[in-house]
């Protein structure tokens, strides 16, 4: 029983730690008090039966932001109206550029296909899903005026209105990974590719996308780290993602995380 609590004391107290070195990186965004971007960003999103969704999604980003900012969304062979809706968007926004992946399906070549088309000094990942705005982007991207800075992974929360039991353990899930994984108290920061702003020059030290991974997001970090090249999980205005509803959704996304985590573990030890 003893042991127990000393467990209990022991963990609470690296994960207030962990919270305290979130909470001050908040201090990165007050240092920048312009509005300018000083930075040329472009967003990118790989999108694959996402009709439910994407339109939003463009919108949010391309409503009130400059011309200067561009958004690229390739669409991964999708079978629904995705890609109807993208090109109908992509007439009313000069700044939408859209394509399809020809090549071999999923996220990862989808991502590279976009890589190609970039000529913007950042990069913004985004889930098809996610909901950002310009001041969003604009916050974060002046972190870039800090030549130390090279890639920035921000806050998140989830937009689920349904507050299913799957959502609650998320959120329980996140609260602790935030602490003790995304903080980089104990190791390099992971981060999901989703609200992940990177130097474009990142990718010619890197490499682009594996396209045989189910981790795209766990592979670049080790890369990432085995380059030396910091990650910076920040506090500050938060992306909005999509969490799972379901528990069986739930469960069939962990399995696909841990299982493609594993694996690329031991090939990149091995």
Request: aromatic fraction near 14%; include cysteine; charged fraction near 25%.
């Amino acid at each position: 029983m003893a042991s127990f609590v000393y467990g209990v004391i022991i963990g609470f107290v690296f994960a207030f730690i962990g919270y305290v070195k979130n909470h001050f990186t908040k201090k990165l965004l007050d240092v920048n008090h312009s509005d300018d971007v000083d930075y040329s960003v472009v967003a990118v999103i790989a999108a694959k039966n996402e009709e439910s969704v994407i339109e939003n999604t463009v919108r949010n980003l391309l409503t009130n932001s400059p011309r200067t900012f561009r958004v690229i969304v390739v669409d991964d062979k999708s079978t629904d109206s995705t890609y109807k809706i993208l090109s109908e968007l992509s007439r009313e926004f000069p700044n939408l550029t859209v394509v399809r992946n020809t090549g071999a399906p999923g996220k990862s070549e989808a991502l590279n296909v976009a890589l190609d088309l970039v000529e913007e000094d950042i990069v913004l990942f985004l889930d098809a899903d996610a909901r950002v705005d310009w001041d969003f982007i604009k916050e974060y991207s002046k972190l870039f005026r800090s030549p130390e800075i090279n890639v920035v992974f921000t806050d998140f929360e989830s937009y689920n209105q349904s507050r299913t039991l799957a959502v609650i353990l998320q959120d329980l899930y996140f609260s602790f990974i935030k602490a003790f994984v995304y903080s980089g108290l104990f190791s390099p920061t992971i981060f999901m590719n989703s609200g992940v702003f990177i130097r474009r020059k990142v990718f010619d030290i890197v490499g682009k996308f594996d396209p045989q991974t189910l981790v795209d997001d766990f592979d670049l970090a080790l890369r990432l780290w085995k380059r030396k090249l910091k990650v910076k999980f920040v506090r500050g205005k938060r992306c909005k993602i999509q969490y799972a509803f379901r528990l069986q959704d739930l469960f069939k996304q962990h399995c696909r995380w841990y299982i493609g985590g594993i694996k690329k573990i031991f090939e990149t030890v091995l």
